[in-house]
């Protein structure tokens, strides 16, 4: 086609995209180049701000290395992973999902721990956290065998993968549910901590004047074969972050009962009881955002 004014370009490029064979690629990439070129004349994008998004894109690449992804958390702070997790978990149907985003942090094969086994592989100060819970199916029956793959960062607000002072998969285990359905573990209390911002993404935050900050929390990961992996976060209700956090991700069903007991004596501890519910359907894992 010879193109004759703007429309024509659009025109072009839609019937270009339609000749994929795959029809899911033909449906993706049809809607993106519909909504980007509606986006591009309703910005009237100059020709400096288009060699800005070229730098922009070329420069989230080049951040992105085996310990850290910058396009997972450049997603993340656009709020499109929780958009894309709450649309795939039930949001939209009668039911609050229980899910939550995956974020930048989870590692394949964590170690296998039994339950009751604490998280703890090299000394990390912090107030101590009793975890247990129950995973249970759609009509409430408990779940054998469920893989529950537990991480979070360190009272200084670190992962392992981004702290030299712990030691490998510190904080993190995967635990398996008994005939009850129920597991246990022992850890120290996570504190909030701020996303990484040393790259293209921390450049968007400061422009946006937001703060960095994600309230604490742990991730699990919920895995059975005929059920619906599940991927979630438990936050505790005292965080002064929940409703900033810069990724999105705290939903009401998301918020956990922290009991804690000793308060500000030295013998204080924390104890956190959570209950999963898991869907029937296809187990899938996630792949890896980190080695
Ligand atoms: C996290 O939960 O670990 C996280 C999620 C999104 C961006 C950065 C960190
Ligand atoms: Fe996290």
Redo the contacts with the bound molecule.
């Keep these: 086609m010879i193109i004759r004014d703007p429309d024509m370009v659009t025109e072009a490029a839609l019937a270009a995209v339609a000749r994929a064979s795959d029809q899911r690629h033909a449906e993706i990439m049809s809607a993106l180049v519909r909504h980007l070129h509606a986006f591009l004349r309703d910005v009237r994008l100059t020709d400096a701000e288009l060699e800005t998004a070229f730098d922009f894109a070329n420069r989230i690449g080049q951040a992105t290395t085996d310990s850290h992804n910058e396009a997972?958390?450049f997603s993340?702070?656009l709020g499109a992973?929780t958009l894309v997790c709450l649309l795939n978990n039930g949001m939209t149907g009668p039911t609050e999902t229980g899910a939550a985003?995956?974020?930048?942090?989870?590692r394949l094969n964590a170690p296998e721990m039994e339950n009751g086994a604490s998280l703890l592989r090299s000394p990390t100060p912090g107030t101590p956290l009793d975890v247990s819970g129950q995973v249970r199916d759609a009509r409430g029956a408990p779940i054998e065998g469920v893989r529950v793959d537990v991480?979070?960062?360190s009272p200084v607000g670190l992962?392992e993968s981004q702290d030299p002072e712990q030691a490998d998969m510190n904080l993190r285990g995967v635990f398996k549910t008994d005939a009850d359905g129920r597991f246990q573990f022992h850890t120290v209390r996570p504190l909030g901590?701020p996303?990484?911002t040393d790259g293209p993404t921390g450049e968007v935050l400061r422009a946006q004047r937001r703060q960095p900050n994600?309230p604490a929390?742990l991730?699990f990961l919920l895995y059975r074969e005929g059920f619906r992996t599940l991927i979630t976060?438990v936050f505790p209700d005292d965080d002064p972050h929940l409703a900033e956090d810069?990724?999105f991700?705290v939903t009401p069903a998301l918020i956990g009962d922290f009991v804690v007991s000793g308060r500000g004596t030295p013998d204080e501890r924390c104890a956190l009881m959570c209950n999963f519910t898991l869907e029937a359907g296809t187990a899938r894992l996630p792949t890896p955002p980190i080695k």
């Design positions: 997972a958390l993340d702070v992973s985003l995956l974020g930048p942090f989870w991480w979070h960062a992962y901590y996303v990484p994600r929390h991730h976060q810069p990724v991700g």
